[in-house]
């Protein structure tokens, strides 16, 4: 994601440039709430540094409405209108598609959110702003699907040979791979498979395709990135913290597949398990107030993979132990998770059943695969 065209290459700035320049041409045709949002959103695209008022603010209340239910609504009213506006009929298209990706997504580094999305009304409002810059600047750039995916993969490496620089329109594809591979555009599917397969892991590209990836739930895809990341340990921390950065903005299949990876390769759920698993339930919530070398963090991602173990946990003395299996049973079945509870203070153990009962309410029932993927809604 890009703020001002002089972020971009250089050849796409202008480009960037000659697409605004057209379009207030025919600016003084469009009703005025398009074109306060155009006139917002080029004054901040050509500012080279940050402006008092950004596009984002302006955007904001036309976004903010209780008028807007669905996301239809938003797009029938003045946002569509500017989009469609900006953007040419085919970005436009995948714009709207990209937004039902999103819906519902709790992106970590957002804070502001919209009533737009059906039964979980929450959009980040940075989500469409990105959005919006990111397809109007790849749309100007006049490129074909062949053309950006060469561009995805276009690197150099800097003059001490110590690193490698992801070049050209890259950075700003994301959404655009996002709906393709969501969209099961095979020719996309295959370009990014055979990049992946005859990748020698030292081209860091690879991590433009992670978070398309991840939302799209493509498992050869999946699989293959897996292998890039976590297999060269120079590379699995970007890959871990990619993951946990998206939380349940991935689809609820990928996290299916990344759980039964893990549960077949011992190293996988050591680089990530423990991550994942707090991510999922912080220690705190857990009981867990001391664990200075990550021995019941790490007990507690162990777990969550491995249901005798779980069992053996629930019939340990140590009620930290108990706990941590709780939450493993609860991130599968939150019932489950309530009913071996209550049976357990029933048989005596120290357990707070209202402590427990909070739990229930406040965490088990929000981190259960099935509410999780009512949460993400059918990227399918």
């Excluded at 807007?68 to 003045?78: H, R, T």
Aim: with cysteine; aromatic share 10%.
């Amino acid at each position: 994601m890009y703020s001002h065209i002089v972020e971009l290459p250089e050849g796409l700035q202008e480009k960037t440039r000659n697409r605004i320049i057209d379009l207030n041409a025919t600016l003084n045709r469009q009703d005025e709430d398009v074109q306060a949002l155009f006139n917002a959103f080029q004054k901040e695209l050509l500012s080279d540094e940050d402006t008092e008022e950004e596009f984002i603010d302006v955007l904001f209340p036309y976004v903010d409405s209780e008028k807007i239910l669905e996301m239809k609504d938003m797009m029938a009213g003045p946002v569509g209108r500017f989009v469609r506006y900006v953007l040419s009929e085919d970005y436009y298209k995948l714009f709207e598609k990209y937004l039902q990706i999103e819906k519902g997504c709790a992106v970590s580094c957002c804070s502001e959110t919209v009533p737009v999305g059906g039964k979980r009304p929450l959009l980040h409002i940075n989500v469409i702003d990105w959005a919006i810059k990111d397809f109007f600047a790849l749309d100007a750039s006049g490129l074909d699907d062949e053309e950006i995916l060469m561009s995805c993969c276009t690197i150099e490496e800097s003059e001490d040979g110590e690193y490698w620089q992801i070049q050209d329109i890259a950075y700003i594809t994301t959404e655009w791979l996002t709906v393709k591979l969501v969209s099961r555009d095979q020719t996309i599917i295959d370009f990014v498979s055979d990049e992946l397969d005859k990748k020698d892991y030292s081209d860091l590209s690879c991590q433009i395709f992670i978070t398309p990836i991840l939302k799209s739930a493509n498992f050869q895809l999946l699989n293959s990135i897996i292998a890039v990341f976590i297999h060269q340990e120079e590379y699995a921390e970007l890959f871990v913290g990619q993951v946990l950065s998206l939380h349940v903005g991935i689809n609820p299949k990928s996290m299916m597949l990344l759980i039964d990876s893990m549960n077949e390769d011992e190293k996988l759920k050591e680089i990530m398990g423990p991550s994942l698993f707090e991510m999922l339930f912080p220690k705190e919530d857990m009981g867990i107030e001391e664990d200075p070398d990550g021995e019941l963090l790490k007990m507690a991602a162990d777990c969550l993979f491995n249901s005798k173990l779980r069992n053996q946990m629930l019939s340990d003395n140590n009620p930290h132990k108990v706990y941590v299996a709780l939450w493993a049973t609860g991130f599968y079945d939150a019932d489950e998770a309530w009913n071996v509870a209550n049976e357990l203070i029933k048989d005596g153990r120290p357990l707070s059943k209202e402590v427990v009962l909070t739990y229930y309410k406040n965490h088990w029932a929000k981190k259960s695969l099935e509410v999780i993927t009512q949460r993400i809604g059918n990227l399918s």
